[in-house]
């Protein structure tokens, strides 16, 4: 595991972008694994700056999203389609045919998980997938449990997530309760992983995903047995391990 310190969210976005654009730019086709959340915003404006630079060229450029809240359709402005469109696709010269996200409205969660699984088989694997991390450990939707998940699953959100993520909806009651999300063993099986983790709040659980036991409990701690893992972390995530 490689730690990239950063001295600052802007610092740290600025970081992940040039690992992503470095990515771009030696496979042209690469399919990329993408997360939502506020962690990778930064991220995603500093590759626009560098698609509007003349930089980056985005256009043979795959990509498969972590997750999408069940329920939710692509233009709901809470769905993980809306909001990739919105931080990312419509600024750059993608081709939203080749962007992908779990089918929030399809309503038999077999089907959904089966058809996202396909997909990701199809483009042939992920090339650098970008994660953030929950305060619970969870990557993708994926939460903790007492076995890691495989393929993609359809999960019961936790508490501490829909209070996280209350932040983006009206009210608590608006979060939706389940999502589809990508398994830990697709997310393992991408070549590459960039973790962005950002804040004081963050400090403790990335302690635990770096140095603590592998469990099912902190499901990213499972990014300790993946070869090419680069967690990009502000002075305040890692102000525990500094610690020690
Ligand atoms: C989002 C996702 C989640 C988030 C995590 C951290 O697609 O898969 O695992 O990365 O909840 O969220 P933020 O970045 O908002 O703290």
Known sequence: ?????????DELSRRAANIIGAQIIMKPDCVLGLATGGSPVGTYKELIKRYEMGDLDFSQVSTVNLDEYRGLSPENDQS????MN???FNHVNIDKACTHVPNGLEPDADKACADYDAIIDEMG??????LGLG??????????????????????LQASTIEANTRFFASADEV???AYTMGIGSIMQAKKIVVVVS????????????????????PASALQLHPDVTIVADEAALSLLDAE
């Open 1 to 9: 595991m490689i730690i990239c310190r950063a001295k600052d969210y």
């Open 80 to 83: 993980y389609r809306y909001f």
């Open 86 to 88: 919105t931080n990312l």
């Open 125 to 130: 694997g992920i090339d650098l997938q970008l």
């Open 135 to 156: 305060h619970n450990g969870h990557i993708g939707f994926n939460e903790p449990a007492d076995t890691f998940t495989l393929g993609t699953n359809c999960v019961d």
């Open 176 to 178: 939706p309760r389940q």
């Open 199 to 218: 804040g004081k709040d963050k400090a403790k659980i990335l302690r635990e995903v770096v140095a603590g036991p592998i469990t099912p409990r902190v």
